[in-house]
């Protein structure tokens, strides 16, 4: 099965409900649409009615009982819970007057909406930048519990290959608990796709071949890691050829449960991360799908600001499919 019928399969029939806080454009516009009709999620689309009107009529869209929420008109009563949830949820750090600021913003009125449980995720980025999406997560929705921070992980996906690539996105350094966490969520991310993992922690190094800092910090995460998830098979420090390709495996790593073939690779920081996800796409020619966010409470999305309607479609297949998690 595809990747994303695999997704649709899981969300079908879970009357999942999801906001795009950019209803207004036409790209989110018409992904909401065909999700409804395909009858795989409810779209509640953020936005003032007439523009979202005028966008659909000028695109063809059937608007007909799609759920349409202008913050503007939000009722008083559900504006003053809001508000109320908000400065509570921000306590010590946002006054009650910088709440009611941050409200008039769409990101984050529609990430209370998740806190608030009254949709089960967010689909937002294709207008607003990265921060303006991940910022409001991070401040209100937070990690999940005994998780300390959320990271990005890529499906890199050609043919029937499947791999899980992270960090590649959201923290620019990891210190060993750092990455520790980010590799049993990247274990998560596979299973969601189901990917069964094998996670290496990714190095110049393999099984203290070198030395130095940057070495014993992936060896410190995979440790650690393997204290968090006694039953995930991991492994690092590993090279990538020796996570990789079975004859280098067993020779720089004889008996590792991972080497030479793992699925889920963990890098050591942002720059690594970032640079060998791309490499894997723009070289090797894998479609990379992400980031998707891991750890976070409740699943909140980042769109790219150069999306299609495809990429909507298939970014909130991801967001319902998380919230099923
Ligand atoms: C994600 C990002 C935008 C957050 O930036 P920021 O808002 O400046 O972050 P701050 O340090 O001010 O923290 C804001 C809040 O988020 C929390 N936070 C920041 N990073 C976090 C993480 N990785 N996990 C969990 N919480 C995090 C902070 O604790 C803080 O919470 P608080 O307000 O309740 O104290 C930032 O980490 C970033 O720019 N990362 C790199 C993104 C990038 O360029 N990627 C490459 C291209 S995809």
């Known amino acids: 099965m595809d990747l994303f019928s695999g997704l649709a399969a899981k969300i079908k029939g879970q009357n999942k409900t999801i906001v795009f806080p950019e209803g207004e454009d036409e790209r989110i516009l018409g992904a909401a649409i065909r999700l409804q009709n395909d009858g795989l999620l409810t779209p509640v689309l953020l936005g003032e009615k007439n523009q979202i009107k005028a966008t659909a009529d000028k695109n063809g869209f059937d608007l007909t009982n799609v759920q349409i929420i202008d913050p503007k008109e939000y009722p008083d009563a559900d504006k003053q819970a809001m508000l109320d949830a908000l400065v509570e949820r921000r306590k010590g750090k946002n006054t009650p007057e910088q709440a009611a600021e941050m409200l008039k913003d769409v990101s984050y009125f529609g990430t209370m909406l998740v806190y608030m449980h009254k949709v089960d995720g967010m689909v937002s980025g294709a207008v607003h930048p990265t921060g303006d999406t991940v910022r409001p997560a991070l401040q209100i929705i937070k990690t999940k519990p005994g998780s300390k921070r959320i990271s990005g992980a890529?499906?890199?996906?050609?043919?029937?290959?499947?791999?899980?690539?992270?960090?590649?996105?959201?923290?620019?350094?990891?210190?060993?608990p750092a990455m520790a966490e980010v590799a049993v969520q990247s274990a998560t991310t596979a299973k969601l796709f189901d990917i069964d993992p094998k996670v290496a922690l990714l190095s110049f190094s393999t099984k203290g071949s070198a030395k130095g800092e940057m070495v014993t910090k992936v060896a410190d995460a995979a440790k650690m890691a393997h204290e968090l998830a006694p039953d995930l098979p991991l492994d690092g420090e590993l090279q990538f050829d020796a996570a990789f390709v079975e004859s280098v495996g067993a020779q720089k790593a004889p008996g590792s449960a991972v080497a030479g073939h793992a699925n889920v690779f963990v890098f050591p920081d942002l720059q690594s991360g970032n640079i060998g996800y791309k490499i894997a796409q723009r070289l090797g020619g894998f479609e990379a799908v992400g980031p998707i966010l891991q750890g976070l409470n409740a699943p909140v999305s980042d769109l790219s600001r150069g999306c299609n309607e495809e990429?909507?479609?298939?970014?909130?297949?991801?967001?319902?499919?998380?919230?099923?998690?």
């Open 154 to 176: 890529f499906i890199m996906q050609k043919g029937d290959q499947r791999f899980v690539f992270a960090d590649c996105a959201i923290n620019i350094e990891l210190d060993a």
């Open 311 to 325: 990429d909507v479609y298939k970014v909130s297949l991801i967001t319902a499919a998380q919230s099923v998690e």
